[in-house]
């Protein structure tokens, strides 16, 4: 391990923001003694007749205790201590790494200021906020303005707005449950019907539907997968997508390891998966029963924890998750109509926010994101400012939200009770002097230069990098100050919210269906291998939302005709995410006349539910 921490210092060229870089210095000095065989066992050693005095700035008081003993040098925890400290500078951004990706200089991430004033001028930042800082703050000043006063005025006088009790204190009133009764009734009449078909098969009918699989292309030819290939693909995504694994999948399925195996290496990568998503999310999108549930408009984010049951390196513990073991986030986008889109991410338990813009910006569907939902752990004021940036309504649901503060842009007014909600003014001057660099950041995440989550941990994590991300945060407090005062006052608002963020739910409730192998934990120590299950666990759910539409579709024109009356508020409840009649355990068997057209498919269960009629 040592030589190969030593190799890697030697061959990757490091540049320090600063001249005097402690770790960097501890480093090299180690380096020249490694060259001579020897290693750091005192604060003075001769080198030659030259005497040598090692650095000592890079160890902390933790280390000091360790390393240090009187003039002797304990060389295992010096030569430890440097690696930790380089490795905290480079994730602060004290310490750089030449040619790389995710630790170069800050401004290498971004567009290049004249390439940005080119697309300023031609008018293709592609943001919704003009070049104009101090228009934008008047706007902002004024809106707040307003908001506060038809706050006040409604607060014990418009149902459910904010409501004040008997001590002065403030309240924000409780939904009721908005669901129509006769929804889960008429969702068993309709699921009811729906031909019952094992998972393989179903993926082969959305197939012939859509033809998602032909963006599966093979990585050298480019040629999509047909034959035998097709179903070995289909086998492949199954045994990923359920968590299974390759080798209990070849015992359930046709198919060897090997087999199965190949299909992944060659067919299965990050492209071809959110291509083949991206078309399962348009067929659901263009099905006219869709438009009951949304116009693919609003969408929710929220993470779904995994038991992690190998050592992986992104696994983390965390007793309220996972108990005595540890775990990870796998982070999922859900649009309006019911169906997941944009790439899944594995991440901290801890990190959603950083990661709520990411799928906004790329997804490769059809889908036109306006407005966005998450619970508290997906919200933050940087998160408020760049969705402003880029034309999202950002609406979390936040937790305790009377006691997040308020802000204005100018003198406090008198508000009567909300005076106790504001908390000071925004630093104008700050969001003014950093106007451009935030709709530089912001172009850069839209033209596709930089992600907002590798971004917005940038600017998290420099020092001297800062001025940006306060100015951004700033920003944030001004829209979530926009936001709330909605947020307090408007209860469809509110509903719309929890709505989006119920549909999220059900898509993590089939999720966890799906994902059922390995008692549901994963197993990949890659980080790579994780990101390719979920992305598989993705698709399926696509596939089966793509199928259950159709057959949802049919089966409500059906007990329409029969003379029942099915409003479309009480088709708005149906999801179609439901798995009863989908055979997912027991053998697998694939067979290429699976796939049935949209003008040949299977007959509903008619004679099995007479009493519907």
């Not at 080198?47 to 890079?58: R, S």
């Not at 060659?266 to 348009?282: C, S």
């Amino acid at each position: 391990m040592r030589q190969s921490l030593l190799s890697l210092y030697q061959v990757l060229d490091f540049q320090p923001f600063r001249k005097s870089e402690p770790s960097l210095q501890a480093l090299e000095y180690i380096s020249t003694f490694a060259k001579l065989r020897r290693r750091v066992t005192g604060k003075e050693q001769k080198v030659g007749k030259v005497k040598m005095h090692a650095p000592l700035g890079h160890l902390t008081g933790r280390w000091r205790k360790h390393a240090l003993d009187g003039e002797k040098i304990t060389p295992n925890y010096y030569e430890a201590a440097a690696f930790e400290s380089l490795k905290g500078r480079i994730r602060s951004g004290d310490v750089v790494v030449s040619g790389s990706r995710r630790y170069r200089p800050f401004e290498n991430y971004l567009l290049p200021p004249a390439h940005f004033e080119q697309l300023t001028e031609k008018q293709q930042t592609r943001l919704s906020i003009s070049s104009d800082a101090e228009a934008y703050l008047a706007a902002k000043q004024q809106e707040i303005r307003q908001k506060l006063t038809a706050l006040q005025e409604s607060i014990g006088k418009v149902e459910g707005s904010l409501t004040l009790d008997e001590k002065g204190h403030l309240h924000l009133p409780q939904l009721e449950k908005a669901v129509p009764e006769e929804v889960e009734r008429l969702k068993k009449r309709v699921y009811a019907l729906l031909p019952h078909l094992p998972l393989a098969d179903l993926l082969l009918e959305v197939d012939a539907w859509t033809g998602f699989l032909r963006h599966f292309t093979h990585l050298t030819s480019k040629d999509a997968p047909t034959g035998v290939q097709k179903l070995e693909l289909v086998a492949a995504l199954m045994g990923m997508g359920m968590n299974l694994g390759l080798e209990k999948m070849a015992e359930s399925c046709p198919y060897t390891y090997r087999q199965l195996s190949w299909s992944i290496d060659w067919h299965i990568r990050e492209e071809t998966l959110l291509a083949a998503l991206a078309n399962l999310d348009n067929f659901v999108l263009s099905a006219p029963l869709s438009s009951a549930w949304g116009d693919g408009t609003t969408s929710s984010s929220d993470g779904m924890r995994l038991q992690v049951g190998v050592k992986a390196a992104n696994a983390e513990y965390n007793a309220k998750y996972f108990g005595a073991g540890r775990g990870t986030n796998m982070y999922i986008h859900a649009a309006d109509i019911w169906i997941p889109f944009g790439k899944p991410q594995i991440i901290g338990t801890n990190e959603e926010a950083l990661y709520v813009v990411d799928a906004l910006c790329h997804h490769e569907s059809d889908l036109h994101i306006q407005e966005h939902y998450t619970d508290t752990g997906g919200a933050s004021d940087q998160v408020f400012a760049l969705t402003a940036l880029l034309g999202f309504r950002f609406a979390p649901r936040i937790r305790d939200a009377l006691s997040r503060h308020l802000y204005v842009l100018d003198d406090v007014g008198e508000y009567g009770p909300l005076n106790t909600l504001l908390f000071g003014q925004i630093k104008s001057k700050l969001i003014i002097e950093q106007w451009d660099e935030m709709r530089r950041v912001a172009s850069s995440i839209r033209h596709g230069t930089v992600s907002a989550s590798l971004l917005m941990r940038k600017l998290a994590a420099y020092p001297r990098q800062n001025q940006v991300a306060r100015a951004l945060t700033e920003m944030g407090k001004l829209e979530r100050t926009v936001f709330l005062l909605e947020y307090f006052r408007n209860e469809s608002f509110r509903r719309r919210i929890l709505i989006g963020l119920n549909k999220g739910e059900s898509l993590h409730a089939l999720a966890r269906q799906l994902f059922f192998g390995r008692l549901g934990e994963l197993r990949d120590r890659a980080f790579e291998d994780q990101m390719h299950r979920a992305s598989c666990l993705h698709l399926i759910m696509a596939a089966i939302a793509a199928w259950n539409t159709v057959y949802l579709t049919e089966a409500i024109a059906t007990l329409r005709k029969r003379g029942e009356d099915i409003p479309e508020a009480t088709v708005a409840h149906i999801a179609p995410l439901g798995w009863e009649h989908i055979r997912l355990i027991g053998d697998y068997h694939f067979a290429p006349q699976s796939g049935r057209s949209l003008e040949n498919l299977r007959p509903l269960l008619l004679q099995e539910n007479e009493e519907i009629a």
